[in-house]
Structures are given as C-alpha cells and as structure tokens.
C-alpha cells in the first residue's frame, strides 16, 4: 500500500446531528425564516454596486408594466 499511497490518507467527518436538527426539520427552517421577495444592496462594505441598488418588491420596465420580485435578489445573486 505504500507504493500506491505514499502519504497517508485524510480523513474527513461529518458535524453530529445537534438538537436543532434534531426538533426543527430543514423544510420547517426555510418556511420560518425565509427572507421576503424583495431586491436590494448586500449590504458589503467594498461593493461596488450597493450604492446604484434601491430596496424593491416591485418594478417596472420601459413600457410602464408593474412586475414583482420572485427570490431575494441582491448585488450577490447569481446572474
């Protein structure tokens, strides 16, 4: 086995279930403390586009028609 694995091999675990996880369910957890539908700055203290972002739970496009916000979008989202 040397040969093969000259160094020896790492060993990863797992966290324990703490009581948290034991009481709460995660599906429970998104439910009760989901961040409402809104768009707005991260709130990072170097970022660049924080200052151009306004807090929104709606929005408009150019011909005037009124959209909502459907996740919680910030300078972080994902594109």
Do not use: W
Request: hydrophobic share 30%; charged share 25%.
């Amino acid at each position: 086995m040397k040969n093969v694995f000259p160094e020896p091999p790492l060993a990863a675990f797992r966290r324990d279930c703490n009581l948290q996880d034991i009481l709460v369910h995660k599906k429970h957890n998104r439910i009760f403390f989901r961040v409402h539908n809104r768009s707005g700055p991260c709130g990072a203290q170097r970022c660049a586009i924080c200052p151009y972002m306004m807090e929104a739970e709606k929005f408009r496009d150019t011909t005037g028609k009124s959209y909502n916000v459907r996740n919680e979008v910030t300078s972080k989202s994902p594109m």
